[in-house]
């Protein structure tokens, strides 16, 4: 079955640091990841999304995703925080394919970024 | 302008008296999808369509029903709500599953009371 793990409800960044925020994945065939954001009374919106090729990708709003096949990870990343990238993002996956049409979302991160 | 979207935004009602959630996109999108969002438990997939009657259950469909009678619509349907519906409901769209893109509308709040 596909899961998708976030592992931390919450992290916390000084605005100007550096920023991660982790997904882990199992599926059981080549995935297809995702990255969304919601800000408060918002609906979400799409940052980037993994499907094949380069490893790192490059999304909306100077964030970045690395694509690990061996950790089966895709942790997000951006390398320098705004108090405005304050909000709740979720990871998500989905098998490969196109068949597949059920997709699975992370339970969220709250990003907090303190100016 | 491309969008989604849902009625009603907001919505009160009472335990077993039927609902319907409106969900309209304009972008010609195949596929189609409802979530629930709360807290500590993400979202959850409810149901989804592939394409015009074509639909498919997804992680929480019990006491859910959907159609997809045009390519542009998904109702969500609660023919007897309950209080454990009481959630965020977003619908979502795009050209198709796979490693398409999806759209979100704005989110309907219900609470059943």
């Known amino acids: 079955a596909q899961s998708v793990a976030q592992p931390e409800d919450q992290v916390n960044v000084a605005e100007g640091n550096p920023l991660t925020v982790k997904c882990t994945y199992s599926?059981?065939?080549?995935?297809?990841l995702f990255w969304y954001v919601q800000y408060p009374n918002r609906g979400l919106q799409f940052l980037l999304k993994y499907i094949t090729g380069d490893n790192l990708v490059k999304g909306s709003y100077g964030f970045e995703a690395e694509f690990n096949k061996s950790q089966t990870s895709f942790h997000l990343k951006k390398p320098s925080a705004l108090v405005s990238d304050s909000a709740l993002y979720f990871c998500a996956v989905r098998v490969g394919g196109g068949s597949q049409g059920n997709l699975i979302f992370g339970k969220g991160t709250k990003l907090s970024v303190k100016p | 302008e491309a969008q989604v979207t849902q009625n009603p935004r907001y919505l009160i009602t009472v335990t077993g008296k039927k609902l319907t959630v409106t969900c309209s996109q304009n972008m010609n999108h195949e596929y189609m999808s409802w979530y629930r969002q709360d807290p500590g438990l993400g979202l959850r997939q409810i149901y989804y369509s592939m394409n015009v009657e074509v639909t498919d259950k997804g992680d929480v469909p019990e006491g859910y029903k959907v159609s997809r009678k045009e390519k542009r619509n998904f109702p969500l349907i609660l023919e007897s709500p309950s209080p454990n519906q009481t959630s965020l409901y977003f619908c979502?769209?795009?050209f198709g599953a796979g490693g398409y893109t999806q759209y979100f509308g704005p989110g309907t709040r219900l609470t059943v009371l």
């Open positions: 599926v059981s065939g080549n995935p297809y």
């Open positions: 979502a769209s795009s």
